[in-house]
């Protein structure tokens, strides 16, 4: 039997879908109340209850009971996919991962649902080597298969890991490559063109990068809905890289406009941070409405409890706090976000860390921070990062030329 709250958690879901309520389960010896501390976790099933819940739900009683390593492999996904709809990425994790270390070997069912929905879960909680690794995993079994998520879907959430964690060049292939399994399909190919956009723009290929993100942007015009908030979002990225700041700023504040708070608040709250940001790079300072964003998004981010999704708008305060000539600050909010291992994704971590450096110039440490700026330069233009080399080689000429005046 299903220990609890993994029981309750099972139950509640496999209710929902069935649009019943817990009075509709309610039979000998099994109450409205007791189904509600069932769900709650508050008591132990008995068998007797869990075969008569099973009558009553239309399922087998072994996903309750899960008698062997294959029927307690589908109950842990069970239970793993009902955490993940609750918001509760940790115990998502613990128990897909023993579902995955249960699962029948060479069995693709329910193998591939596990290690997808795992991936999804590792990725809620920013941990994208982790992600990535069970998209390794996952790979082999969906090929040539014909399952429910394709090939495309799962290369191009791997290239999205690459980009993250600073491969461009293998996340560009990969995205690529996605996109070619892709097919026409809608919503497949729309993803992939996203995910292979936002790897050129990091490689410096913003010719290509431009191509990609109008196709985006064509196939989801007309529309609403998280890929087109995602569209208009890759789209103000290419603009701002290739120097187009007023352009972009117009297709974030669209895609603010757009976004949904109740279909994905993680988005919602990355969004504003996003507006905010490309307003300091074009009017220099915050006015009261991009103020009220940025609010918005800290107090979302918050909710959501993740230390490095606040780390993110963490970043942003030590930007703020350059623009407003506080470089005192600025310096110590940003060496806390480098500091904090494995908060922000490789390019992010980058790019607060030539912040970090040019406020210390800026406050005074110019002969550490010039050596420091160089360093990264040199090293992630022996990586390929194109776009950060750029905006590294730019950080250090601007202060010799501030040394120099």
Known sequence: MLSQPAFGRLLRRLRAERGLSQADLVGPGVSASYVSRLESGGRAATATAAAHLARRLEVDVDVFTASDDTDRAVALLATGMAALADGDADTAVRELTEAARVAVEDEPEPGWQILWHLATAHARLGDHEAQREVLRRLRPLLTGRGMDVPESHVLAALAECDRILGDVDSAVLLAREALALAGDEGAG????????????VEAGRFTDAAEHAGLALARTAGGGGPQRTRALWTAATVHARRGAEEESLALLEEAVAGAD????LLAWAGLRLAQVTQHLRVHGTLDPQAAVRFEEAWSALRMIGLPQHLTQAQALQARIAFHDGDFTTAAQLARAVVDEPGALGFHDRVRTEILLHQAEAADGSFDTAVSELRRIADEVTRSGNLDLAA????????CAVVRGS
């Open 391 to 398: 905006e590294a080689w730019k950080a250090l000429a601007e």
């Open 189 to 200: 190919r729309t993803e992939a063109l996203l995910v292979l956009t936002a790897a050129e």
């Open 261 to 264: 708070a109740r279909a994905d």
